[in-house]
Structures are given as C-alpha cells and as structure tokens.
C-alpha cells in the first residue's frame, strides 16, 4: 500500500485510509481472516483468470454449507500481480502466477441482516 502512495496507480486514492487504518489495528485488508486462498493459473494464457474466478466462486458458494466464511481478497489479489516479496512468500510452482485471492475461516458473526424474500410462485403450465 505504501508504495502506492502518490502514484498513478488506480488504487492510489484509497491507500492512506487503507494504510491509516491498518496503524491504527484495523485490518480491512484481510479482515483478521486465518487463511488465504489463491487462485493461480498458467502465464501466458488469457483467457485462465475466468477459470480461476469461476473456480473461486464455487468456493465462496460452498463454504457457508461447512461452516466456513468467505470474503474476496481484491486487496492481496492485486499485490500478488505485483508486489515482489508477496510473490516469493507465495512460491507458485514455476510457470504459474496469481489470479485471484479469496480469504476464509470459521466466521467470528453470524448474518443475520439478509432480506427476506417474498415467497416464489411458480405456476406449471
Ligand atoms: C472483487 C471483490 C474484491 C473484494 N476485495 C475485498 C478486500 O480486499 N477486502 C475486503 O475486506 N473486502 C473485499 N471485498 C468484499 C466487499 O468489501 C464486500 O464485503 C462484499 O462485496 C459484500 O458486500 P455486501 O455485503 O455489501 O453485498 C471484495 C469484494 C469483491 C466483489
């Protein structure tokens, strides 16, 4: 985040909340999350990210049927592209790169704010 600071990097407007936040013991980056889960496709092939995102998607629909929360990392998903020492403490088998990050564990609340739904009618013809 820090060396996004005043640059023309896309994301260079948020980072002083992001990094003003973290100093002050509030990870909105990862959100506390035990684990992180990467996505990592072959270098080179343009059109992988989709598989690793539907991949990835299937994950974050399964998980809650075993207890375990999720939350897309676009944070750590985009330092993974570029951020070298990231990279390393990653160790992606040679050939392969980042292309999406999803973190999770045993969630700390439980979601009681989803709307409720009108009851569906379907009518068989
Ligand atoms: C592509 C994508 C990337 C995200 N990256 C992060 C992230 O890095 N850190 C984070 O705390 N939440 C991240 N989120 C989660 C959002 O902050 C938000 O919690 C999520 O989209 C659900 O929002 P809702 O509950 O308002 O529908 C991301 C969401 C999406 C769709």
């Known amino acids: 985040m ?6 023309a990097h896309p994301m260079s407007g948020y980072v002083p909340m992001l990094i003003s936040a973290w100093e002050q013991g509030n990870d909105v980056i ?4 035990s684990h992180l889960l990467f996505a990592h496709i072959p270098e080179g092939n343009p059109v992988a ?3 690793a995102i539907i ?3 299937h994950f974050d629909v399964a998980a809650p049927a075993f207890g375990i929360g999720t939350c897309w990392a676009g944070f750590v998903a985009a330092a993974a592209t570029s951020y070298e020492p990231l990279q390393k403490e990653l160790d992606l088998p040679a050939g392969r790169k980042s292309a999406y990050a999803m973190m999770f ?7 009681y704010g989803i709307p409720l739904r009108k009851p569906l009618e379907v009518m068989w013809q």
């Open 55 to 57: 991949a990835l998607t």
């Open 49 to 51: 990210v989709v598989d």
């Open 30 to 33: 990862c959100r506390g999350a």
């Open 2 to 7: 820090e060396n996004l600071l005043n640059t």
């Open 105 to 111: 564990g045993h969630p700390q609340y439980k979601i």
